[in-house]
């Protein structure tokens, strides 16, 4: 059974930074895309970044130059560093991971609140 197991949310104030992780376990199969989303309270799941099983990254415009992406693929775990975070960052991020025939699978999430 697949599992995407989140950490390192939680409460910052504005200008600092959190890292988190999500590790991947259960599957016997590749892993292709990983990525990060958010759902701040009363909208829509959004984009945060990816990263492909080659390395290739993909930010939103709203996070560029704040947030990195990376993956350890002898750990299965994609990692989001947030630095400067701002009040606006505040939501829940989501861990999103594809597998080689399985399809895509969704993390518990993990809330992170930007205090100002």
């Known amino acids: 059974q697949v599992q995407l197991v989140e950490s390192g949310g939680g409460l910052v104030q504005s200008g600092g930074s959190l890292r988190l992780s999500c590790a991947a376990s259960?599957?016997?199969?590749?892993?292709?895309?990983m990525g990060w989303y958010r759902q701040a309270s009363g909208n829509q799941r959004e984009l945060v970044a990816t990263i492909t099983s080659g390395g290739s990254t993909n930010y939103a415009d709203s996070v560029k130059g704040r947030f990195a992406i990376s993956r350890d693929n002898a750990k299965n775990t994609v990692y989001l560093q947030m630095n400067y975070l701002k009040p606006e960052d505040t939501a829940a991020y989501y861990c999103?991971?594809?597998?080689?025939?399985?399809?895509?699978?969704w993390g518990q999430g993990t809330q992170v609140v930007v205090s100002s």
């Open positions: 259960g599957s016997i199969f590749p892993i292709y895309d």
């Open positions: 999103n991971v594809r597998f080689a025939h399985l399809g895509t699978y």
